[in-house]
């Protein structure tokens, strides 16, 4: 049996856990699990379906350099990601959580991360032109380009 560890207590977890048995923390939904559990190759999906499988799971992923453009991300749980010099452009990343993951020197044009959630993200050099930031919450510990004001790309600081 496959292990990982509970993204809230560290402790380990099957692969096809829905909670965490120590710390009662959300995994992951039944339909997910089972996925997993039958070993679903995602590769031989056609890419809209393959979406519904890797999405859920890009939670601290390694995703420097990715091709991403114009990829629908909604709802996607990217905290911790690896986005460095990343291609997002046109990317739909809506209600995305984006919180401490590192795009530096991405690519976000035209992208949409309209009420996104990059609390602690560095965005040091990413291409921010025409990026909808519209109800996107950031922090103090949010780090955009020089020169970018996040506020008039209506992004709301959490206080």
Request: some cysteine; hydrophobic content about 40%.
């Given at each position: 049996?496959?292990?990982?560890?509970?993204?809230?207590?560290?402790?380990?977890?099957?692969?096809?856990?829905?909670?965490?048995?120590?710390?009662?923390?959300?995994?992951?939904?039944?339909?997910?699990?089972?996925?997993?559990?039958?070993?679903?190759?995602?590769?031989?999906?056609?890419?809209?379906?393959?979406?519904?499988?890797?999405?859920?799971f890009l939670c601290g992923?390694?995703?420097?350099?990715?091709?991403?453009?114009?990829?629908?991300?909604?709802?996607?749980?990217?905290?911790?990601?690896?986005?460095r010099g990343a291609d997002?452009?046109?990317?739909?990343?809506?209600?995305?959580?984006?919180?401490?993951?590192?795009?530096?020197?991405?690519?976000?044009?035209?992208?949409?991360?309209?009420?996104?959630?990059?609390?602690?993200?560095?965005?040091?050099?990413?291409?921010?032109?025409?990026?909808?930031?519209?109800?996107?919450?950031?922090?103090?510990?949010?780090?955009?380009?020089?020169?970018?004001?996040?506020a008039c790309a209506g992004?709301?600081?959490?206080?």
């Amino acid at each position: 049996m496959t292990v990982k560890r509970c993204p809230a207590c560290g402790s380990p977890v099957s692969r096809t856990a829905v909670e965490c048995s120590l710390c009662g923390e959300f995994i992951r939904s039944r339909d997910e699990a089972r996925v997993l559990d039958q070993e679903t190759d995602v590769d031989a999906l056609p890419l809209d379906e393959a979406d519904k499988y890797i999405v859920p799971f890009l939670c601290g992923a390694e995703l420097r350099g990715a091709l991403l453009g114009g990829a629908d991300l909604f709802h996607a749980d990217l905290r911790g990601a690896d986005l460095r010099g990343a291609d997002l452009a046109a990317a739909f990343l809506s209600t995305a959580d984006l919180s401490l993951a590192d795009l530096t020197g991405a690519n976000l044009y035209r992208a949409d991360l309209s009420e996104a959630n990059l609390c602690g993200a560095d965005l040091t050099d990413a291409n921010l032109l025409e990026t909808d930031l519209r109800g996107a919450e950031y922090d103090g510990q949010t780090i955009f380009p020089l020169d970018f004001d996040p506020a008039c790309a209506g992004a709301v600081q959490k206080p």
